[in-house]
């Protein structure tokens, strides 16, 4: 099912002379948005295409944990 998912995201995106670089089956990029959630909390977004765990989704997260590899993005 990854595989599927992320052939559908490089299919459209390819409409715009684009891919999904970086993201590959088995992995995951979680990119830290310049937004609060809250005091503790900023919002992530997370781009993940796992076997039984495909999602993209936004989330809050602790700013001063370190357990992901984050990634800086900035909304507008």
């Known amino acids: 099912m990854a595989t599927t998912n992320l052939d559908k995201l490089n ?3 390819g409409k715009a002379g684009r891919s999904a ?3 590959s089956v088995g992995k995951r990029r979680i990119y830290q948005t310049s937004t609060e959630f809250n005091r ?3 919002w992530i977004i997370v781009w993940g295409f796992l076997d039984d765990w495909d999602r993209i989704g936004i989330k ?3 700013k001063n944990a ?3 590899l984050i990634y800086p993005f900035f909304a507008f």
């Open 11 to 13: 299919a459209q995106l």
């Open 21 to 23: 670089r970086n993201l």
């Open 40 to 42: 503790q909390l900023s």
């Open 60 to 62: 809050g997260y602790d």
């Open 66 to 68: 370190n357990s992901y």
